[in-house]
């Protein structure tokens, strides 16, 4: 049907710079053509320019344009033009354009946008003009379904994915702060958002932004909090998720960063009835607000992150109750040795008193002596070991030295032996320190090549000098171990001027 129009229809779109009239060719045979060359491509936003360009074409009209409508809020969020230039409107001096035709395109009963046609190179529009542009339509309406659940399937794919490896990297390891990183940042990836902010509870009652993952200056953003009994927060405490249009200018939002945004989803992070957090993913101002879509396969997300959040704390607290096994099963160990080497010592001692007149009296003494200095060193080094935080990386050189050798244990089946001499953690620094590491490895893993090696010996002596009378660090690793020609193996030794 063929109408008047002023500069602008409801495609939201005025004409400009006319392109020069296509080769004359049998209405129909473009038509089928069209057809089939719309459903082709399922890329969306590829198929709604095909569609305004196949317009213009098959009617002989100068500028198309196809204004993309929002099923909630009724208002133009996309255009797509034929013949017009960057603005979407008229070139300087050009006069406006009069005859108009416009049709709307359905998908599923529902108008997904007006396709409006305007100055047909022959004259006016036809009959003829208007039923191929219905023809068009209908078959667009079902070409963009058809797009519309690719796409959907393509989006709920990646979410899906995203959460799967959010529930992996959760699953294997980190620290929480580490968790709540990963959250946010894969789903202010899968959400296009600007920012991805994770808000916990905090003292005063209200929630507080712990992470922010930012495309911009995530300045001024973490330690902002949500105050108690606010709108949002109550409704957020209630397991409900908050869907903002413009965060900038809603009433509900009362922080002072949401100036920054525009279009926001609040999703509680909530498992087994228990709230972990929210999870916040705003846009920038002026950018497209979400769908229904992006709003539910984010509330999914936030649901399956939860649950992974939940599980990764708990396998965190096994982690921590293995190692207050172990070091219980480590104090018992001790407890045993112990008493085992001081009744020993006990023994000679006593020995020693009833042959005070023998003359190996003094080498008794020594070797008993020797034994009781052995003990202490072996109580104090196990004792420290039982002091480092768990789960976390030891941050003293005494620490760094007997992660080493306890790594090395889980491969050569025995815990190797360690002393310290002197105030190490005071006077080894770097880059000695790395040296001496390095050093310590390369010895353990020598020792472990050789056969028959059931026992190690590793000192660490921070009093040590060296011949030009500089003070240094001694590391010296000896091992029960024997060479290929019989032999005893060497015992290494590294030193360092401090």
């Known amino acids: ?20 009239p296509a080769p004359e060719k049998p209405a129909l045979s473009m038509l089928l053509e069209a057809v089939l060359s719309i459903g082709s491509d399922l890329e969306l936003r590829t198929m709604l320019q095909q569609i305004v360009d196949t ?31 960057g603005t979407g409107g008229l070139p300087p001096g050009r006069p406006p354009a009069r005859p108009f035709l416009g049709t709307p395109i359905r998908v599923h009963g529902q108008v997904f946008g007006n396709l409006c046609l305007t100055e047909k190179h022959t004259g006016g529009f036809t009959d003829a003009d208007t039923a191929v542009l219905g023809a068009l339509a209908s078959q667009a309406g079902i070409a963009i379904a058809n797009a519309r659940l690719y796409a959907a399937a393509r989006q709920r794919e990646r979410w899906i994915e995203g959460a799967a490896a ?27 958002a600007c920012a991805g902010v994770v808000l916990q509870p905090n003292e005063e009652g209200g929630m507080e932004i712990v992470t922010a993952s930012t495309l911009d200056d995530p300045a001024g953003i973490v330690g902002t909090a949500i105050a108690p009994g606010s709108e949002v927060l109550v409704q957020l405490l209630g397991g409900e998720p908050v869907f903002i249009e413009d965060s900038a200018t809603d009433p509900r939002m009362t922080t002072h960063v949401r100036s920054r945004f525009g279009p926001s989803m609040m999703l509680p992070l909530q498992s087994g009835g228990r709230l972990i957090g929210t999870l916040a993913l705003p846009r920038r101002r002026g950018d497209r607000p979400y769908t229904a879509v992006d709003r539910l396969l984010a509330t999914q997300f936030a649901s399956q992150a939860a649950l992974a959040l939940v599980l990764a704390d708990a396998r965190h607290d096994r982690e921590q109750l293995a190692v207050y096994e172990d070091r219980d099963r480590i104090a018992r160990d001790l407890h045993d040795l112990v008493v ?159």
Request: charged residues 25%; glycine residues 8%.
């Open 1 to 20: 049907m063929t109408e008047e129009a002023a500069d602008a229809g409801p495609c939201g779109a005025a004409p400009a710079a006319a392109p020069a």
């Open 55 to 85: 317009a213009t074409a098959l009617t002989g009209a100068r500028y198309g344009a196809l204004g993309v409508l929002d099923p909630e809020r009724g208002t133009i969020v996309e255009r797509y033009t034929s013949g017009l230039d």
């Open 166 to 192: 959010v529930t992996t990297a959760l699953l294997t390891g980190g620290s929480a702060a580490d968790a709540l990183m990963t959250v946010a940042e894969r789903a202010r990836t899968l959400a296009d």
């Open 340 to 498: 085992q080497r001081l009744f020993a010592t006990e023994m000679m001692l006593e020995s020693t008193r009833r042959r005070a007149a023998a003359p190996d009296t003094d080498e008794l003494l020594g070797r008993a002596v020797d034994e009781l200095d052995s003990t202490i060193q072996e109580v104090r080094t196990a004792i420290f070991a039982l002091q480092q935080p768990p789960a976390e990386a030891p941050t003293t050189f005494r620490g760094r030295v007997l992660r080493e050798t306890a790594g090395a244990a889980a491969v050569l089946g025995f815990q190797p032996s360690v002393h310290f001499t002197g105030a190490v953690d005071a006077l080894v620094r770097e880059p000695v320190d790395r040296q001496l590491l390095a050093a310590l490895r390369g010895a353990l893993a020598t020792a472990h090549r050789r056969a028959g090696v059931s026992a190690i010996e590793v000192s660490v002596d921070a009093t040590a000098v060296l011949p030009d009378g500089r003070a240094s660090v001694r590391l010296t690793v000896a091992d029960d171990g024997r060479e290929e020609d019989g032999s005893r193996s060497p015992t290494v030794t590294w030193q360092a001027p401090l």
